[in-house]
């Protein structure tokens, strides 16, 4: 097997329902719920109009600039997939535009992230099919490889195993590996729930923050009233 120019079989990857789960909950009560730890860098913005995204993850990883892996990996991905590809940050040349991302949304996917540039902007930004990309540029991509399909990646330091749990929404991405997704999972629900009861004393006034003197005064800190 040649490393640098191989397709692999994903071996596994999440439950449907387990993405659901996920989909209701917001990405910061996710991260907050991994120790504030991982995540696919600033640049990674959401293209698209509106709307957050959850599926496992078929990876990608390609030559900066070059899509050919990429148009194998949109014909194996299954339905409610989100293909993940490592670009190399590159933004130099586009890896996808309409006329991809046309057949991507007809196959039933939940998205695609590319850690490199995309083109036609404005169409991605009229759909609400999500789309996180690096940045924007009108260069076209080679499609001379190489290139390797569902093998582990990295964007940012966070590491993407084919199969894991992918989240994104306007604060950015986060994944979420196969063998933790259970307890992320409960721990990011009591997360939300406890963010929602805040929220409820916000709005009557009655939120108490008597907290903050509490960790002053442990810190030895000096002018507290």
């Keep these: 097997m040649s490393v640098g120019f191989r397709i692999l079989k994903r071996q596994r990857k999440?439950?449907?329902?387990?993405?659901?789960?996920?989909?209701?909950l917001p990405v910061a009560n996710v991260s907050d719920s991994m120790s504030r730890m991982t995540a696919a860098g600033a640049r990674l913005r959401p293209r698209h109009q509106s709307g957050g995204m959850a599926g496992p993850a078929l990876t990608v990883k390609t030559r900066p600039g070059d899509n050919l892996m990429l148009h194998k990996a949109m014909a194996m991905a299954e339905p409610g997939d989100v293909i993940v590809?490592?670009?190399?940050?590159?933004?130099?040349?586009?890896?996808i535009g309409e006329m991809m991302l046309m057949r991507i949304i007809k196959?039933?996917?939940?998205?695609i992230v590319i850690d490199g540039a995309v083109r036609d902007a404005g169409f991605i930004r009229a759909q609400t099919f999500p789309v996180f990309a690096a940045g924007v540029t009108h260069r076209?991509?080679?499609?001379?490889?190489?290139g390797e399909i569902n093998v582990p990646i990295a964007i940012d330091g966070?590491?993407?195993?084919?199969?894991?749990?992918?989240?994104?929404?306007?604060?950015?991405?986060?994944?979420?590996?196969?063998?933790?997704?259970?307890?992320?999972?409960?721990?990011?629900t009591a997360k939300y729930?406890?963010?929602?009861?805040?929220?409820?004393?916000?709005k009557a006034g009655t939120h108490d923050s008597s907290w903050v003197d509490k960790a002053l005064r442990e810190l030895n800190c000096e002018g507290l009233d």
């Design 158 to 188: 966070m590491v993407i195993e084919p199969g894991d749990l992918i989240i994104g929404d306007d604060d950015g991405l986060l994944c979420v590996p196969f063998d933790h997704v259970d307890g992320v999972l409960k721990a990011a």
């Design 85 to 95: 590809v490592d670009a190399g940050s590159d933004l130099t040349n586009a890896l």
């Design 107 to 111: 196959s039933g996917l939940a998205g």
């Design 193 to 202: 729930q406890a963010e929602q009861k805040q929220i409820a004393n916000i």
């Design 140 to 146: 076209g991509p080679y499609k001379n490889g190489p």
């Design 14 to 24: 999440v439950a449907a329902d387990v993405v659901e789960r996920f989909a209701r």
